[in-house]
């Protein structure tokens, strides 16, 4: 059904959207969710390409892989194989040159929350 | 089954969530969508309250009703009755308390998403 897929396993890439491709409804979509909220933030916090495993969630591999995938497709992060690894990186100056500011307010939004609201 | 409904609609209220039960992931969720965003974007251009009937949208009034149902469940806006009008609103200065420079990133992203990709 889809030539060549079993060939592709030693090179084997993944499909990302060109940075003109990247739409904001979805990266919105692809945020709201408290577990990719996570990812982001986590992914945010180093440099470092990180994979799975390196996630402490209370969601099974396999949700983790949906999540990510879930990111890659809507341009909010890279993910690239690594031996038998696949890690995950933000696509932070594509999101920057399309949305300034935009990561980092949520970000923020994300991380620090319960200060505002004690202000409400 | 909901008692006082039937006799509620003189002074129908509508439910919001106050400030400190806003959440990120369900803001976000609401403007994860171009028709949402659209009608966002139309609310911040003004100090007027609008209802459903001042935008031009290529959905049908009952689809523009769900989607401010939307925006008003997640904190987005306020809606409130005018004799038999529903009006809209945004709720800025409370977006602006918990998740600062949010709403305007995202307006930004928005109204300029051209700019940055010809960039890209």
């Known amino acids: ?21 990247i739409r904001l409804p979805q990266v919105l979509h692809a945020l709201a969710d408290p577990v990719r909220l996570s990812l982001v933030s986590a992914l945010a916090a180093t440099a470092a ?13 396999s949700t983790c ?3 990510f995938r879930v990111l890659r497709e809507a341009g909010v992060i890279r993910q690239a194989y690594r031996g038998t690894a696949k890690l995950n990186a933000l696509r932070r100056a594509d999101l920057e ?3 300034p500011g935009l990561l980092d307010a949520i970000l923020t939004a ?5 200060q505002a609201r004690r202000g409400a």
Chains 1, 2 share one sequence.
Request: glycine share 4%; aromatic share 6%.
């Open 1 to 21: 059904m889809t030539p060549g897929a079993s060939t592709a396993l030693p090179g084997r890439a993944l499909d990302h959207p060109d940075r003109a491709d």
């Open 49 to 61: 390409e990180l994979p799975c495993s390196a996630f402490e969630l209370p969601v099974t591999k």
């Open 65 to 67: 892989t949906h999540h």
């Open 97 to 99: 040159a399309l949305f």
């Open 110 to 114: 994300y991380t620090a929350p319960a």
